[in-house]
C-alpha cells in the first residue's frame, strides 16, 4: 500500500511498503514527485502494482545481473560471452539465492569448498570467485552492502610453474615459416611479437591504422558461431572492443613497416583488412591455421601456441630493462600490477642489469 503526502508546495513524497529487513522490521521506499497530486497518485499506483526491491534485500543474483548490465556494453564480445557463461555457473549454487546485506566470508568459503567437492577446477572457481567479487564491488559502490566481502575471502594459494618463453631463433624461425606460407601469415606473427597484440586484434587490423610509425589497435574480431553440428552456419565475424576495450597506439621498427608496406603495395586494392584480401576480415581460426602449419615447418615445439608470442615480446622486453608500465601499455593490460604478476620471472634479468649498472656506478667506472 502506498501512502503520498505533501512536503512543500508542488512536492510530494509516496511511500511504499515494500519487505521487511533481516531483523524483521518493516521496509518502505519512497519517491519524490513534482507537480500535481494527480502525478503523484499515478507514481503511487506504479509502485504498489510493482515494488521496487529494497537494496537490502538484493540477492548476489541480483548484484551479479546488475553487474553484467552495467559492465558488459564496455567489453569485447568474447569477454562478454565469457563473463555471462561465468555468471552462470554462479547461479546454479545456492549463494546466488542468498540476500547480499547477509552474504559472509563464511559463506563464500563454503561456496567455494562445495565447488571443490564437485570436481570443479581451480581456475573455474577462481573465475567465478572474480565475477562474485566484482559485483559485489559494484554493489558497495552503490550502496546496496556496506562492505564487499568477498574481497576479504581467500581462494587459496595456487602451485604455478614459471611462465616460461620462446627464444628469440623460434620466434625468427615460425616468423620465417609463416612468410612462406603467405607474406599475410609472417606479417602477422611479426606484429604479435613487436607489438604484443592478440590473434583478435590483429585480425581486426586495417590498412589505415598504420601510420608512419605507429600502428593503433582499437577493436577485435569475435567469432559468433550459429546453426548445430549437423547444420553447420558460416561462422559470423564481428569487429568489436579489444578485450580491455581500451585503444591503444604503439611504434613500430624499421623492418616491421617496411613489411607492412610491401603487403600494402601488393593487397590494398582488394580491401581494407591487412591480413586478408577483400570485405571480410581474418577469421582468427585461420590465424591459428597458419601458427599450426608454420610452427611444424619451423621445427619448433609444438607446445608454443600463437598467444606464446605475446609472452615472449613482455618477456623480452622486461629482460631487457623496460618500465613495466610502458610493457604494459603496449600489451593493452589495463593495469600494470598484471603485467608484474604475469612476467615476475622476468625481473630477474632486468634486476641483474641494474645490479651491474648500480656496481660501475658505485665502482666510479663509466
Known amino acids: 500500500m502506498a501512502t503520498v503526502r505533501e512536503r512543500s508546495p508542488g512536492v510530494w513524497e509516496v511511500r511504499v511498503f515494500v519487505g521487511r529487513d533481516p531483523r524483521g522490521k518493516p521496509v518502505q521506499v519512497s519517491r519524490t ?62 549463494i546466488a539465492r542468498t540476500v547480499i546485506a547477509r552474504l559472509t566470508v563464511a559463506d563464500v568459503d563454503r561456496w567455494h569448498a562445495r565447488l571443490r567437492s564437485k570436481g570443479v577446477g581451480e581456475s573455474s572457481i577462481r573465475n567465478q570467485h572474480l565475477v562474485v567479487r566484482a559485483s559485489m564491488s559494484q554493489a558497495a559502490r552503490w550502496g546496496w552492502v556496506a562492505t564487499n566481502v568477498v574481497a576479504l575471502a581467500t581462494l587459496g594459494r595456487r602451485k604455478t610453474q614459471p611462465r616460461s618463453a620462446m ?40 590498412w589505415s591504422d598504420a601510420n608512419g610509425d605507429r600502428l593503433t589497435i582499437d577493436s577485435s574480431i569475435a567469432i559468433e558461431r550459429e546453426g548445430s553440428i549437423n547444420d553447420k552456419r558460416k561462422p559470423a565475424l564481428t569487429d568489436g572492443a579489444t578485450k580491455t576495450a581500451n585503444q591503444r597506439t604503439v611504434r613500430l621498427d624499421p623492418r616491421t613497416m617496411a613489411a607492412i608496406e610491401s603487403l600494402r603495395l ?101
Open 33 to 94: 514527485v513534482r507537480g500535481t497530486k494527480r502525478a503523484a497518485q499515478k507514481v503511487a499506483a506504479s509502485l504498489t502494482v510493482e515494488p521496487p526491491a529494497p537494496e537490502g534485500n538484493r540477492t548476489v543474483a541480483e548484484a551479479l545481473d546488475a553487474w553484467l548490465l552495467v559492465s558488459g556494453p564496455t567489453w569485447a564480445v568474447s569477454t562478454l560471452r565469457d563473463q555471462t557463461s561465468r555468471v552462470s555457473l554462479v547461479k546454479r549454487d545456492v
Open 167 to 206: 627464444t628469440a631463433d623460434d620466434v625468427r624461425a615460425v616468423i620465417a615459416a609463416g612468410e612462406a606460407l603467405d607474406p599475410a601469415a609472417g606479417l602477422a606473427f611479426r606484429l604479435a611479437a613487436i607489438t604484443g597484440a592478440r590473434r583478435s586484434e590483429l585480425c581486426a587490423l586495417v
Open 266 to 366: 601488393e593487397r590494398e586494392q582488394w580491401g581494407p583488412w591487412m591480413l586478408n584480401p577483400g570485405e571480410r576480415p581474418l577469421n582468427p581460426e585461420r590465424m591459428t591455421r597458419w601458427w599450426s602449419l608454420a610452427r611444424r615447418d619451423a621445427g619448433i615445439a609444438s607446445h608454443w601456441r600463437l598467444h606464446d608470442l605475446l609472452h615472449w615480446s613482455a618477456t623480452e622486453a622486461i629482460g631487457r630493462g623496460h618500465d613495466i608500465r610502458t610493457v604494459a601499455g603496449r600489451l593493452g593490460h589495463a593495469n600494470p600490477a598484471m603485467t608484474l604478476r604475469t612476467y615476475a620471472h622476468a625481473i630477474d634479468g632486468a634486476d641483474a642489469g641494474v645490479a651491474a649498472t648500480l656496481a660501475d656506478s658505485l665502482d666510479g667506472e663509466t
